[in-house]
């Protein structure tokens, strides 16, 4: 990690002679890519590294050309010879979701979509003439073999997971309809391919586009149908169509021909389902087969929209064999075997936490009368307090945090425990357990324990909001 450093600080010196103040992890989310937040005297930038090349070029080339259309991209300020790293704008960390979930489904909010799809259009249809497509990272467009597998990855790493007997091959036969079906669309320019609300940004209340990189061409519908329909905003039916309204008129206003409207609309909602599907492919193979926890609790949601999209939109094609599928996946019974088991004020469980040092208070009693619970040994990552600079420091404070999670395998091993505990507290919710008890320890209890029992505090009552308490026993042994 320090070379990664050393090198974005080489690449910033190309082109800004301030000093870097500070560089702040930003924490990933599905890809392998790590982003970098660059803190100078007056502004910020941001620098990513990806060893993915041919991506960073397709990323570079997009953004060069949206750039002549005045899209709202960021401006690329440096890219690094072996082009594994580049810097640019920084359009800060407020996404459009972040503004929903904020503000609700005011009238700001509902401007900032129409803002959005707006500038959608105009980088879709004039972004086309720009775009040298054998840019593209995977296919050139989004046609029946793209739709075709984005239908097979749902199969696989979702729907299959469910054990539920089906058909296969009269299915996959539907699938094969489907993907014709829509890959025969008139309207064909840039896809954005996954435009969703975090990916556009909110900075002085105008939007910007981060994350295009997997573009291709493709069916206008596409993007307009993942940003409507994406599970965790939420959109009310009355949103959806009158931002689907808005967003036809801009594109009547780009394209050469007239819209017709009640195709454009089956087509429409045809590729709604595709997106909706795909959307559930990737959170089963993150979820249930990466065992990512975000990915999970984020399938309930997902199936909630495909249940309601089933129940109120028509695609201009039968598919009845699917349907009837698809219409027993979304049952109650099944969506709520992803429900996370949630705390009440009725629950009876609390859950202790505690760092301590192996050297100075040894293993914490459990004076519970059941005992049990867990001990975790924080010795196996790297000690920030070997470093001069966070001696005096804990894992409460963001230096060594940052430390921990740019220069260890903390995330990891965090991980991997919280997969553990999540088993233990979702089944004592269930049988109504009043204790738990989860200790982190290290050499001197004030670094790496302390960091791993504030994060594992915080994930419980994010995801389950339990109740917890905390205690750090060797606090009054801290070096100060």
């Given at each position: 990690?320090?070379?990664?450093?050393?090198?974005?600080?080489?690449?910033?010196?190309?082109?800004?002679?301030?000093?870097?103040?500070?560089?702040?992890?930003?924490?990933?989310?599905?890809?392998?890519?790590?982003?970098?937040?660059?803190?100078?005297?007056?502004?910020?930038?941001?620098?990513?590294?990806?060893?993915?090349?041919?991506?960073?070029?397709?990323?570079?080339?997009?953004?060069?050309?949206?750039?002549?259309?005045?899209?709202?991209?960021?401006?690329?300020?440096?890219?690094?010879?072996?082009?594994?790293?580049?810097?640019?704008?920084?359009?800060?960390?407020?996404?459009?979701?972040?503004?929903?979930?904020?503000?609700?489904?005011?009238?700001?909010?509902?401007?900032?979509?129409?803002?959005?799809?707006?500038?959608?259009?105009?980088?879709?249809?004039?972004?086309?003439?720009?775009?040298?497509?054998?840019?593209?990272?995977?296919?050139?467009?989004?046609?029946?073999?793209?739709?075709?597998?984005?239908?097979?990855?749902?199969?696989?790493?979702?729907?299959?997971?469910?054990?539920?007997?089906?058909?296969?091959?009269?299915?996959?036969?539907?699938?094969?309809?489907?993907?014709?079906?829509?890959?025969?669309?008139?309207?064909?320019?840039?896809?954005?391919?996954?435009?969703?609300?975090?990916?556009?940004?909110?900075?002085?209340?105008?939007?910007?586009?981060?994350?295009?990189?997997?573009g291709m061409k493709g069916a206008l519908q596409y993007d307009v149908a993942s940003l409507l329909w994406q599970a965790k905003a939420n959109l009310s039916d009355e949103w959806k169509d009158n931002l689907l309204e808005h967003y036809m008129s801009c594109v009547n206003g780009l394209i050469k021909e007239e819209l017709n409207t009640s195709v454009f609309v089956n087509?429409?909602?045809?590729?709604?389902?595709?997106?909706?599907?795909?959307?559930?492919?990737?959170?089963?193979?993150?979820?249930?087969?990466?065992?990512?926890?975000?990915?999970?609790?984020?399938?309930?949601?997902?199936?909630?929209?495909?249940?309601?999209?089933?129940?109120?939109?028509?695609?201009?094609?039968?598919?009845?064999?699917?349907?009837?599928?698809?219409?027993?996946?979304?049952?109650?019974?099944?969506?709520?075997?992803?429900?996370?088991?949630?705390?009440?004020?009725?629950?009876?469980?609390?859950?202790?936490?505690?760092?301590?040092?192996?050297?100075?208070?040894?293993?914490?009693?459990?004076?519970?009368?059941?005992?049990?619970?867990?001990?975790?040994?924080?010795?196996?990552?790297?000690?920030?307090?070997?470093?001069?600079?966070?001696?005096?420091?804990?894992?409460?404070?963001?230096?060594?945090?940052?430390?921990?999670?740019?220069?260890?395998?903390?995330?990891?091993?965090?991980?991997?425990?919280?997969?553990?505990?999540?088993?233990?507290?979702?089944?004592?919710?269930?049988?109504?357990?009043?204790?738990?008890?989860?200790?982190?320890?290290?050499?001197?209890?004030?670094?790496?324990?302390?960091?791993?029992?504030e994060s594992l505090n915080r994930h419980l009552k994010n995801k389950f909001g339990v109740k917890t308490e905390i205690s750090h026993l060797n606090k009054e042994n801290w070096v100060k």
């Open positions: 990690m320090q070379d990664i450093l050393d090198r974005i600080k080489d690449l910033f010196s190309t082109f800004n002679q301030e000093e870097i103040i500070r560089i702040e992890k930003i924490p990933q989310s599905g890809s392998d890519r790590l982003y970098f937040r660059l803190h100078s005297q007056n502004q910020t930038f941001i620098a990513t590294f990806n060893s993915n090349v041919k991506e960073n070029k397709t990323f570079i080339e997009f953004t060069t050309q949206f750039k002549k259309i005045n899209a709202p991209v960021p401006t690329i300020y440096a890219v690094e010879k072996n082009e594994e790293i580049y810097i640019q704008e920084d359009f800060g960390s407020e996404s459009l979701l972040d503004v929903l979930e904020k503000k609700g489904h005011c009238s700001e909010t509902y401007e900032l979509f129409k803002k959005s799809l707006t500038a959608l259009a105009n980088l879709q249809v004039n972004g086309d003439e720009r775009i040298d497509y054998n840019q593209c990272i995977t296919n050139k467009e989004f046609g029946q073999q793209a739709i075709m597998s984005d239908l097979m990855y749902f199969k696989y790493y979702f729907l299959d997971t469910l054990k539920i007997p089906y058909d296969k091959e009269n299915v996959i036969d539907e699938f094969e309809a489907i993907s014709n079906y829509l890959s025969h669309v008139n309207l064909k320019y840039f896809m954005f391919r996954d435009f969703q609300s975090r990916n556009i940004m909110i900075k002085e209340n105008e939007v910007f586009f981060i994350d295009y990189q997997g087509q429409y909602n045809g590729y709604v389902l595709v997106r909706l599907l795909q959307v559930l492919g990737a959170y089963g193979f993150r979820g249930l087969f990466e065992r990512k926890a975000h990915f999970l609790t984020s399938i309930p949601l997902a199936l909630r929209n495909l249940k309601s999209f089933l129940e109120n939109k028509k695609t201009g094609i039968g598919f009845p064999l699917f349907e009837s599928l698809l219409k027993q996946i979304v049952s109650e019974e099944t969506i709520q075997s992803f429900e996370t088991q949630k705390a009440t004020e009725q629950t009876p469980l609390t859950v202790k936490i505690h760092s301590f040092s192996y050297i100075q208070n040894g293993y914490p009693e459990d004076n519970t009368k059941n005992g049990g619970g867990f001990v975790f040994d924080c010795r196996g990552i790297l000690n920030p307090g070997r470093i001069e600079t966070y001696k005096t420091q804990s894992g409460q404070d963001k230096p060594v945090k940052d430390y921990l999670e740019q220069h260890t395998k903390m995330p990891q091993f965090l991980n991997s425990i919280y997969d553990i505990v999540d088993i233990a507290v979702e089944n004592y919710i269930q049988r109504d357990f009043e204790s738990l008890e989860i200790n982190f320890g290290c050499t001197g209890g004030q670094h790496r324990s302390v960091y791993a029992a």
